[in-house]
């Protein structure tokens, strides 16, 4: 005769066993600040006796309508996204805020078309949705909407009705320019990163470079552009290249045919550092000293911005604040606080040894 299946261990059986309401057992695992320290430790030690591994979560949502977990829309692959240091540094700046409130983040990559697919943002278990510098029109964007799910915008797109924290990209990049231009620069080339323009990767006219689906991209071009007309330089004549991906490898192919471009520039401004830093390494497979003969100017101020060699002079924005600004943003909608104003952080020009006067 078989033996009989032993019961599994209940939220029940912990109250009883340390003499509590069910209640207090459920408060020791979701609200501990409700209960003593003494009394959690002791309500969780029973469970652990009891092998009771805590409230499901599953039944929980259903009882609550809440998943406790947060979309967090990439426009990139897993792997492409984790070799840029400037989301890592948003990205854990936002978890830590929204942590404070039991809100974990499931992270949706992107794919071809500048988001998540639309698929899986519906299928999705999450009670908000963050777009992470979303190309314009991406497909994901309608499944949020059909979802009615509340959404917090970092930096891009431009959707009605979603709380936003960006930057003044333009200013930024207007600051870049100026700094190369007061340095006696006229001879320039921009690293771009990807615009989803077809083909991928290569040279971008003046006009696919303005028409980039991405809102910082088409802000920084008119930033340096701009600028750079201003003073006088034709900006026909400057090389732009887009990169395929954001990895150094292949941004190192584009840097070394922006700086193979016959005249050969004497300053790339480069819309990220680490395309910056994949210009540095163009630069020294091609035997050009920096600064001497060639200023290399970034944009993010991440901590590979300081160790470089030489250390990169660059365009600062407060990632980790722009992270807090998101995550607070989205605690606000998910406690029905609505939308509040667009938050938008100023941006520094921090200058090292990566520019110099024009040889």
Not at 161 to 169: C, E, F, M, S
Not at 275 to 295: C, H, K, Q, Y
Not at 314 to 335: E, H, I, N, P, S
Request: hydrophobic letters at 45%; a neutral charge.
């Amino acid at each position: 005769m078989p033996a009989p299946r032993k019961r599994k261990p209940t939220l029940d059986s912990v109250a009883e066993a340390v003499g509590v309401s069910r209640a207090t057992v459920s408060n020791a695992f979701n609200r501990p600040d409700q209960l003593s320290a003494e009394l959690r430790e002791e309500v969780l030690r029973a469970a652990r006796r009891l092998g009771y591994p805590g409230p499901n979560p599953v039944a929980r949502s259903l009882a609550t309508s809440r998943t406790g977990a947060i979309a967090f829309m990439l426009d990139t692959p897993l792997r492409a996204a984790f070799s840029d240091p400037a989301l890592s540094i948003t990205l854990d700046a936002l978890s830590t805020e929204v942590d404070t409130e039991g809100y974990a983040l499931l992270l949706l990559p992107g794919g071809d078309d500048g988001g998540p697919r639309a698929e899986r943002v519906l299928a999705a278990q999450a009670d908000l949705a963050v777009a992470y510098s979303l190309a314009d029109g991406a497909p994901a964007l309608k499944a949020v909407k059909q979802r009615r799910l509340p959404l917090v915008v970092i930096d891009q797109p431009v959707v009605a009705g979603a709380a936003v924290v960006g930057i003044n990209d333009r200013a930024g990049a207007a600051a870049a320019a100026r700094h190369l231009l007061d340095l006696g620069h006229r001879r320039f080339g921009i690293l771009s990163s990807q615009c989803l323009s077809t083909p991928r990767g290569g040279p971008l006219s003046l006009e696919d470079a303005r028409r980039s689906r991405f809102r910082d991209n088409r802000e920084r071009m008119i930033g340096y552009l701009d600028t750079l007309s201003a003073a006088g330089v034709d900006p026909g004549a400057v090389p732009i290249w887009e990169t395929s991906g954001l990895s150094r490898a292949e941004a190192q192919v584009s840097a070394r045919a922006v700086l193979e471009t016959t005249p050969r520039p004497t300053a790339v401004l480069c819309m990220s550092d680490e395309l910056a830093i994949a210009t540095l390494a163009a630069a020294g497979e091609l035997g050009l000293r920096v600064p001497e003969d060639l200023s290399v100017l970034g944009f993010d101020d991440t901590d590979e911005a300081g160790w470089s060699t030489p250390a990169l002079t660059t365009v600062r924005q407060d990632l980790a604040g722009k992270g807090r600004a998101a995550g607070r943003m989205a605690l606000d909608l998910l406690a029905g606080r609505g939308v509040g104003r667009p938050v938008v952080l100023e941006t520094e020009l921090v200058v090292r040894g990566s520019t110099g006067p024009v040889g």
